[in-house]
């Protein structure tokens, strides 16, 4: 009798960096089941965005690979072990985050940041669906959508199949998503005050500032 040993389904989490000194990059992979989704991974990345954007210190790989150690022992560990294969032509990867930073120039506070969330059924190479998003405040509004559908995801679950593990599982997820949506909220804020910052420089006088600021909260 033949034996097949079947390849397992990694998550791969690839952050790259770029400054003055060029461009840095580190992988990171973990197996796809039970945390190696976006769901589960994109918050800690959100996490250390916020840390970045309060501290404001330069984004760099050292700084973020630390952040996934001291992540180590939290209830969704992050992935922890270096990928050094080229993702897109390893057939075990069926899910790949690719985060690229550059510091913030002039008055932004947030650090400058691309993400592509690539998915593929596990064992082949052409990959079926590709996410893009472009700066922090849509950064974090896609991880808040990812975390509430895996809230729907599990609750339908627990309805269908009660069980224990994951009745535990729902409870994370809804943190994750709760935690999510708190920063989603204060960066959606943001970004109205900043637009409404950009549309009072472009229109003069202050009786239509006040206007135009005022359709924009609404």
């Keep these: ?42 918050p800690s990345v959100v996490a250390h965005l916020v840390r970045l954007e309060r501290t404001q210190e ?8 630390e952040h996934l150690r001291g992540r180590s022992g939290s209830s969704v560990p992050p992935p922890q072990t270096p990928h050094p294969f080229d993702v ?13 930073l550059e510091p913030a120039q002039g008055s932004e506070r947030w650090p400058r940041v691309t993400l592509a969330v690539l ?18 405040y849509s950064v974090i509004a896609h991880a808040y959508t990812e975390a509430a559908a895996e809230v729907s995801r599990l ?9 224990a593990g994951t009745a535990a599982a729902l409870c994370t997820a809804q943190q994750i998503r709760d935690w999510t ?6 960066a959606r804020a943001e970004q109205v005050l900043v637009r409404a910052g950009q549309q009072f420089s472009a229109t003069p006088g202050d009786g239509s500032f006040r206007v135009r600021t005022n359709t924009l909260i609404k």
């Design 181 to 186: 949506w708190g920063v989603h909220r204060k």
């Design 88 to 100: 897109l032509h390893d057939p075990r990867v069926s899910c790949w985050v690719d985060a690229h």
């Design 155 to 163: 609750a339908d679950r627990a309805r269908s199949v009660p069980d």
């Design 58 to 65: 330069p984004p760099s790989v050292s700084g973020f690979a």
């Design 119 to 136: 998915q593929q059924e596990s064992g082949g190479c052409a990959w079926s669906r590709i996410t893009r998003h472009r700066g922090a």
């Design 1 to 42: 009798m033949r034996l097949s040993i079947v390849s397992p389904s990694l998550f791969v989490l690839r952050v790259s960096v770029t400054d003055g000194s060029g461009t840095e990059r580190g992988s990171w992979a973990m197996p796809s089941a039970p945390y190696g989704s976006p769901a589960w991974q994109l």
